[in-house]
């Protein structure tokens, strides 16, 4: 990119930010689901839906997981350390 081409600012937070809320905001005690987090996230936020935000979502999860950030069920982390 050359410095006259900017890049184009989200118009909402880190993905990871988002889904912090989202879960907070499901109050759900044995843990909020990814289907019931995305619905959250379109619904509250200015996303589209499909593969990129799907992607972008499993991503966060992914990260914030190694990061300590979420926690997961036990079978899911060890497919997600598989892949």
């Known amino acids: 990119m050359s410095k006259s081409q900017t890049k184009a600012k989200a118009d909402h937070p880190k993905y990871e930010d988002m889904i912090?809320?989202?879960?907070?905001a499901l109050k759900d005690r044995t843990g909020s689901s990814r289907q019931a987090i995305k619905k959250y996230l379109?619904?509250?936020?200015?996303?589209?839906?499909?593969n990129?935000?799907?992607?972008?979502?499993?991503?966060?999860?992914?990260?914030?997981?190694?990061?300590?950030?979420?926690?997961?069920p036990k079978a899911v982390v060890s497919s997600l350390l598989n892949q």
């Not at 912090?20 to 907070?24: R, Y």
């Not at 379109?42 to 499909?50: Q, V």
Request: no cysteine; net charge positive; aromatic share 8%.
């Open 20 to 24: 912090k809320a989202a879960i907070v």
């Open 42 to 50: 379109l619904a509250n936020y200015k996303l589209t839906p499909g």
């Open 52 to 72: 990129h935000f799907d992607a972008q979502v499993n991503n966060a999860i992914k990260k914030g997981a190694e990061k300590g950030v979420f926690n997961l």
